[in-house]
């Protein structure tokens, strides 16, 4: 029987192998040293999404973009 760790762990590997970025939750969780949202109620990483909007759209000013990561 395979354990909820044992699946975490494994679908963390995955993400690896195919070349995603993998942060340990408390790093990245409020008051942690690479901190990336400012309470545990947020499910999104801003930063991060406002990143990858501004990859994938990069001829959409900031504004527009910082626009959207607020409404989302």
């Known amino acids: 029987m395979l354990t909820e760790d044992q699946l975490e762990r494994q679908c963390l590997e995955w ?6 970025d993998v942060a340990h939750g408390p790093d990245i969780s409020p008051g942690g040293h690479a901190e990336e949202r400012g309470d545990y109620r947020g499910t999104i990483l801003s930063g991060r999404f406002l990143r ?3 990859r994938l759209n990069p001829l959409i000013p900031r504004t527009a973009l910082e626009e959207c990561v607020r409404m989302v």
Not at 15 to 20: A, D, K, P, S, Y
């Open 52 to 54: 990858a909007l501004q």
């Open 15 to 20: 993400f690896r192998e195919t070349g995603w």
